[in-house]
């Protein structure tokens, strides 16, 4: 059973900083690809961070630059270090694999970006 848990998240002024921890059970961790995703009101879930289980990365245009995903295949945790945080980026984070399987959803964590 896989199960993964996001944390870290919270209320932040524009360009502050937050860094969002994904914990993984399960045995798909090191063998995978991880992806953080996000959600705002209103629209649809959108994947922002990818990161192959050998380290490569890549980005959504509109967090290049601003976030940083990474993974320790010790700990089975995926983080995603997010500077410069502007109001666009409030919405629910997730993470899942990449490409996502829809019953490894957990519940995300909130990021809220205002003055």
């Known amino acids: 059973q896989v199960q993964l848990v996001e944390s870290g998240g919270g209320l932040v002024e524009p360009g502050g900083s937050l860094r969002l921890s994904c914990a993984a059970s399960?045995?798909?961790?090191?063998?995978?690809?991880m992806g953080w995703y996000r959600q705002a009101p209103g629209k649809q879930r959108e994947l922002v961070a990818r990161i192959t289980s050998g380290g490569i990365t890549d980005y959504a245009g509109n967090v290049k630059g601003r976030f940083t995903i990474s993974r320790d295949n010790v700990k089975n945790t995926v983080y995603l270090q997010m500077n410069s945080l502007k109001p666009e980026d409030t919405a629910v984070y997730y993470c899942?694999?990449?490409?996502?399987?829809?019953?490894?959803w957990g519940q995300g964590t909130q990021v809220t970006v205002s003055s």
């Open positions: 899942n694999t990449a490409p996502y399987v829809y019953d490894y």
């Open positions: 399960g045995s798909i961790f090191r063998l995978r690809a």
